[in-house]
């Protein structure tokens, strides 16, 4: 069975890498016509042209936008429509993790986190929003973490207010049913992608390998699975929980963990 997205317009914030970039390429593999947006200028170029080398006929679109800014994000969707249609389908993304405990999170890193996980996704909703309303399969699709549930004391200002973006993606799916939108998300345990790539740079054993790096992290963290998830594992959930395949299911979440998730 596909997801029965093809022809239909996705936006994905955050696409220009990792896990956005994993469901950029399973919608457009899937038929549907796909905008993403990301800060990089570069890393989006690259992204797009990897895209288009795989799927010469795709329909894409990407912009450089930065989802914290509310102006940018408006100009974003008003030339997604332009390009591409009328949006059905929105993916947010966008975003990454603190590692900090509460000796060393400062007001302004809190104010920081906060910012990041409300108005990644309010912004990019008050933009699509009218399109999401016209589509017959509109849907809210966020990324958050298990962090939401299952919070960590080294990251205590992200674990809170991930807790908070699930409070606030329930209150949407209620409210949009109206629309006949639905608002999901998924709660991602560690996925390997851009973030953690950037910390085994820093890493204090240098001779460790990738594969041998991360393994040690699943022991540690005591993941089931004794590994790291690949990117393309979480955006299957997302682009499912965003395409009518789940088109009875609304103010729900995905674990997508390894086994991690301790709670029932
Ligand atoms: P990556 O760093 O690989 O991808 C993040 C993407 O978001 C990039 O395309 C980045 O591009 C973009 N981005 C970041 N901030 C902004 C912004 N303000 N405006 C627009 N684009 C932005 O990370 P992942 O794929 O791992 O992360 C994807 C999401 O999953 C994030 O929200 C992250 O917090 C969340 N997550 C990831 C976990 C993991 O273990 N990987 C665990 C829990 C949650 P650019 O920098 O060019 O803007």
Request: include cysteine; aromatic fraction near 8%; charged fraction near 20%.
């Amino acid at each position: 069975m596909s997801f029965q997205v093809e022809g239909k317009v996705a936006v994905v914030t955050g696409g220009s890498s990792g896990i956005g970039l994993a469901a950029v390429e399973i919608l457009v593999a899937e038929g549907a016509k796909v905008a993403w947006c990301g800060r990089d200028e570069q890393r989006l170029a690259e992204s797009k042209l990897y895209i288009l080398e795989k799927y010469p006929h795709a329909h894409v679109f990407t912009q450089v936008c930065n989802v914290l800014d509310k102006e940018d994000v408006k100009n974003f969707a008003h030339t997604v429509k332009q390009h591409l249609g009328n949006v059905d389908m929105l993916i947010n993304n966008a975003g990454q993790g603190r590692v900090s405990t509460f000796e060393n999170t400062q007001d302004e890193d809190w104010m920081k986190e906060i910012e990041l996980k409300y108005f990644s996704v309010l912004h990019p909703v008050r933009a699509f929003l009218d399109d999401l309303k016209n589509s017959a399969i509109g849907s809210v699709t966020n990324v958050n973490s298990l962090l939401a549930l299952q919070p960590e004391p080294h990251m205590i200002a992200t674990s809170s207010a991930r807790a908070a973006l699930l409070n606030l993606t329930h209150s949407l799916a209620h409210e949009f049913i109206k629309y006949n939108v639905r608002v999901n998300s998924i709660l991602l345990g560690m996925v390997e992608s851009a973030q953690w790539k950037r910390r085994f740079e820093t890493r204090s054993d240098l001779n460790q390998s990738w594969e041998e790096w991360t393994a040690n992290i699943a022991r540690k963290r005591g993941i089931p699975m004794q590994r790291l998830g690949k990117p393309e594992e979480p955006a299957r959930a997302l682009v499912f929980l965003a395409s009518p395949l789940a088109s009875y299911t609304t103010g729900s979440t995905i674990d997508v963990s390894g086994g991690f998730n301790k709670h029932l």
